[in-house]
């Protein structure tokens, strides 16, 4: 077991990754806890799946730190869903936001969503999801970020390993080699519910003006995200300018 030492330290990922391949989630966020202790935390943003790695890590780790990045643009179904599984799983659930009202950001840059271009999109992530979740990083003395990613929601995260590092965190996807049948299984096990949009025909959600049910139009499930023009908020986007540059807007 690699051990964390009081100081700045660096994980080897290519060796840690090949022994997680043979682990299964649960074994996963064992790992992660017996490596980061009380500096590991879990994200969600209690979307169409979010109860899947809510259940399957408080399992583990049940005072875990749940960040929440609430953009004050959420559907009322979103933040009734966290409030019952907030309830059901007695998560210790850490609400962030950002320090511009959505009324004030509104009155300064206009209602953003609505330029429908992406270094808009972009300014309204930064602005509501990326700055609040890294003051959530600092604040919690996170080391290591535990996430649901799976590898089949977008072309970035196709190439991700069990472990990466994202700036000055490593993040942990236990889920990332899932599909959607073991999502289904898992959720049908512990009796746990879907996101009340999935019945509506969503099958990602975040806040009301960019997200949409899935059309037989749509190539993959995050074109209903962001008018199809990207694929990822940014909170889990690299964040050096190399690999930056190498994602366009059809594939971010």
């Known amino acids: ?42 994200s969600t943003s209690f979307g169409i799946q979010s109860a899947v790695m809510l259940h399957l890590v408080t ?8 960040i929440w990045i609430d953009t004050g643009y959420l559907p009322k179904e979103t933040y009734l869903f966290a409030e019952e599984l907030a309830n059901k799983l007695n998560l210790n659930l850490k609400v962030y936001q950002s320090h511009l009202t959505p009324a004030r950001m509104e009155a300064i840059y206009g209602k953003l969503w609505e330029k429908k271009d992406v270094e808009s999109l972009n300014l309204y992530d930064r602005i509501r999801k990326v700055e609040p979740m890294q003051r959530a990083l600092k604040e919690l003395s996170a080391k290591a970020w535990l996430a649901g990613l799976r590898q089949n929601q977008t072309q970035f995260r196709k190439q991700l390993g069990y472990v990466n590092q994202q700036g000055e965190q490593y993040k942990i996807l236990p ?78």
């Open 59 to 66: 399992q583990v780790v049940p005072d875990i730190p749940v």
């Open 175 to 252: 889920i990332l080699r899932w599909n959607s049948r073991d999502v289904y299984e898992y959720l049908k096990e512990y009796n746990l519910p879907y996101h009340p949009y999935f019945d509506q025909g969503y099958v990602t959600v975040g806040d009301w003006h960019s997200s949409r049910p899935l059309s037989v139009d749509d190539d993959h499930e995050r074109d209903t995200r962001f008018h199809g023009l990207k694929q990822e908020c940014g909170l889990h986007l690299p964040t050096s300018k190399e690999e930056a540059q190498s994602l366009d807007s059809s594939q971010l």
């Open 1 to 42: 077991m690699y051990q964390l030492p009081n100081t700045h330290f660096e994980l080897d990922l290519k060796n840690i990754n090949e022994k997680l391949a043979q682990a299964n989630a649960s074994q996963i966020v064992s790992w992660a806890k017996a490596e980061f202790g009380s500096h590991l935390v879990l």
